[in-house]
């Protein structure tokens, strides 16, 4: 195989073939179930699907098949399949195999765009395609079969490969199983699976992703009154929902450093964690964690660099992400409010039993209400972490290989602080497979929030690191 011919096929896919149909994906917006109830009224996730069903069909790839798969009320899934190829061409439908995955589906527009730039409004900038989607993860069925039309045109081989695509994933995959369940036939039991959707700490090099946090979402209401009355009257004698909720807030989180007090929410930080921090640190330096667009004078929590890694990766955190019951301040009047409701969202380390921690929550924050007050927590949401499995010896010789060629320098491993739970549902369907999680999810290309963007550069050579990770599988896997 000709790496060289590989990257140059890969860039030249992107240029003339990927951009134009991204920039017109762009344009859709296709949001994820959650955040558009009348999705399948809307038709936007549907011509989102065609789209990009559309472009996976005029690939110039001998064999391959296109599918909509769409179990009754779900989103949509594209499902290609890919024969193998070269040495690998011979290959049954139940010889070894690669399952690389993505998504279509959209976070919500968000507010604070810059001028110039908005979320359905795609741009090309300094090598940067804004808009929202483009990293977040419209670009990976193009980064998939771009890696396997290059890899043939360089003359290297690979195994039959399946490329699913997913519309549910912003609302935390809950089509997945069903969707996975409907093609079982199909996907049998892949050795590899290529998820297309995490982050890198930088541009320069691979990057893979070796855990993600668990999470848990709930709504805390704390009731003191049935109406608002004068806080003149009330002041003093009433209690204040606030200050309740403030008080319950501090059973499971110490207030003045942000520990999580509730023991079924931390688990043992393993060595191997605590050493890639400080691998990370010691090649990145602060580069390892974001830059945060943070006010003049902040301090941030934590003793340096590698207890920031090891407090976003490993350990457990709570944010307060929204409120009820709090009038706007600029026409609040002088009210004793009746209740406060706040929206809680709890990060958990990789291993914790999200589902365990979540009993312990609500147990704490509604057991014995202070001043006899109503206090109730609703669970919204509850997703478990992930931890990568062991990596074969001639996985992690191919990621060296493909960073090394590719790039120009050595493949870096990452733990993540956000939550994926389609990572975790890949890996429960096959245990048996080696998974490899990466992204183009860098510095300042801010997924979820105003200026999205996608670094071309990193795209194109993503493709080609994923074409060298193909060809040794259907050498090694």
Same mark, same amino acid.
């Given at each position: 195989?000709?790496?060289?011919?590989?990257?140059?096929? /890969?860039?030249?896919?992107?240029?003339?073939?990927?951009? +134009?149909?991204?920039?017109?994906?762009?344009?859709? &917006?296709?949001?994820?179930?959650?955040?558009?109830?009348?999705?399948?009224?809307?038709?936007?996730?549907?011509?989102?699907?065609?789209?990009?069903?559309?472009?996976?069909?005029?690939?110039?790839?001998?064999?391959?098949?296109?599918?909509?798969?769409?179990?009754?009320?779900?989103? &949509?899934?594209?499902?290609?399949?890919?024969?193998?190829?070269?040495?690998?061409?011979?290959?049954?439908?139940?010889?070894?195999?690669?399952?690389?995955?993505?998504?279509?589906?959209?976070?919500?527009?968000?507010?604070?765009?810059?001028?110039?730039?908005?979320?359905?409004?795609?741009?090309?900038?300094?090598?940067?395609?804004?808009?929202?989607?483009?990293?977040?993860?419209?670009?990976?069925?193009?980064?998939?079969?771009?890696?396997?039309?290059?890899?043939?045109?360089?003359?290297?081989?690979?195994?039959?490969?399946?490329?699913?695509?997913?519309?549910?994933?912003?609302?935390?995959? &809950?089509?997945?199983?069903?969707?996975?369940?409907?093609?079982?036939?199909?996907?049998?039991?892949?050795?590899?699976?290529?998820?297309?959707? *995490?982050?890198?700490?930088?541009?320069?090099?691979?990057?893979?992703?070796?855990?993600?946090?668990?999470?848990?979402?709930?709504?805390?209401?704390?009731?003191?009154?049935?109406?608002?009355?004068?806080?003149?009257?009330?002041?003093?004698?009433?209690?204040?929902?606030?200050?309740?909720?403030?008080?319950?807030?501090?059973?499971?989180?110490?207030?003045?450093?942000?520990?999580?007090?509730?023991?079924?929410?931390?688990?043992?930080?393993?060595?191997?964690?605590?050493?890639?921090?400080?691998?990370?640190?010691?090649?990145?330096?602060?580069?390892?964690?974001?830059?945060?667009?943070?006010?003049?004078?902040?301090?941030?929590?934590?003793?340096?660099?590698?207890?920031?890694?090891?407090?976003?990766?490993?350990?457990?955190?709570?944010?307060?992400?929204?409120?009820?019951?709090?009038?706007?301040?600029?026409?609040?009047?002088?009210?004793?409010?009746?209740? *406060?409701?706040?929206?809680?969202?709890?990060?958990? &380390?990789?291993?914790?039993?999200?589902?365990?921690?979540?009993?312990?929550?609500?147990?704490?924050?509604?057991?014995?209400? +202070?001043?006899?007050?109503?206090?109730?927590?609703?669970?919204?949401?509850?997703?478990?972490?992930?931890?990568?499995?062991?990596?074969?010896?001639?996985?992690s010789e191919a990621l060296a290989v493909a960073s090394k060629s590719c790039y120009?320098?050595?493949? /870096?491993?990452?733990?993540?602080?956000?939550?994926?739970?389609?990572?975790?549902?890949?890996?429960?369907?096959?245990?048996?497979?080696?998974?490899?999680?990466?992204?183009?999810?860098?510095?300042?290309?801010?997924?979820?929030?105003?200026?999205?963007?996608?670094?071309?550069?990193? /795209?194109?050579?993503?493709?080609?690191?994923?074409?060298?990770?193909?060809?040794?599988?259907?050498?090694?896997?």
């Amino acid at each position: 195989m000709e790496t060289e011919k590989l990257l140059e096929r /890969a860039s030249s896919v992107w240029e003339s073939d990927v951009l +134009p149909t991204l920039e017109t994906y762009v344009r859709i &917006p296709n949001l994820s179930p959650q955040f558009a109830p009348d999705w399948k009224s809307d038709g936007h996730m549907d011509r989102a699907a065609d789209l990009l069903a559309g472009w996976c069909r005029a690939r110039p790839i001998d064999g391959v098949r296109v599918d909509v798969v769409q179990p009754p009320g779900l989103t &949509p899934s594209i499902l290609v399949d890919v024969p193998g190829h070269g040495a690998a061409s011979s290959a049954g439908e139940d010889d070894p195999q690669v399952l690389l995955y993505g998504h279509m589906d959209k976070q919500p527009e968000f507010t604070g765009w810059r001028e110039g730039l908005g979320p359905w409004d795609p741009v090309l900038e300094d090598g940067h395609l804004y808009g929202r989607g483009t990293a977040d993860d419209g670009y990976a069925v193009f980064c998939a079969l771009t890696a396997i039309e290059a890899l043939r045109a360089a003359g290297g081989s690979h195994a039959r490969c399946l490329v699913l695509i997913e519309g549910s994933e912003e609302s935390g995959s &809950p089509d997945l199983p069903a969707t996975l369940e409907a093609i079982a036939g199909r996907v049998g039991g892949p050795r590899l699976v290529v998820a297309l959707d *995490t982050g890198c700490a930088t541009y320069d090099r691979l990057w893979c992703t070796e855990s993600l946090r668990g999470l848990i979402n709930g709504t805390l209401e704390v009731r003191v009154l049935s109406e608002g009355v004068h806080s003149g009257s009330a002041g003093g004698v009433v209690p204040s929902s606030f200050r309740i909720a403030r008080m319950l807030l501090s059973r499971v989180e110490d207030e003045a450093s942000g520990e999580i007090l509730l023991e079924e929410m931390n688990v043992p930080v393993p060595t191997a964690a605590v050493d890639a921090a400080r691998s990370l640190s010691e090649l990145v330096g602060e580069a390892a964690l974001e830059d945060f667009p943070v006010v003049d004078g902040l301090r941030l929590t934590g003793s340096g660099t590698v207890d920031r890694i090891l407090s976003r990766t490993w350990k457990p955190s709570l944010s307060v992400i929204g409120a009820e019951g709090l009038p706007d301040a600029r026409v609040a009047g002088n009210v004793l409010r009746p209740y *406060t409701a706040l929206e809680l969202g709890f990060r958990l &380390p990789p291993t914790c039993d999200a589902a365990r921690a979540a009993v312990a929550l609500e147990r704490a924050l509604t057991a014995d209400p +202070p001043y006899g007050a109503e206090v109730s927590f609703e669970v919204q949401a509850v997703a478990d972490g992930w931890a990568a499995p062991s990596r074969e010896e001639w996985l992690s010789e191919a990621l060296a290989v493909a960073s090394k060629s590719c790039y120009g320098l050595p493949w /870096a491993m990452m733990g993540e602080g956000g939550t994926i739970p389609f990572l975790g549902m890949l890996n429960e369907r096959f245990p048996g497979a080696q998974i490899v999680a990466t992204g183009v999810l860098g510095p300042g290309s801010n997924a979820h929030g105003p200026n999205e963007f996608l670094d071309l550069a990193a /795209a194109m050579k993503l493709s080609a690191a994923i074409g060298v990770v193909l060809e040794a599988q259907s050498r090694n896997g």
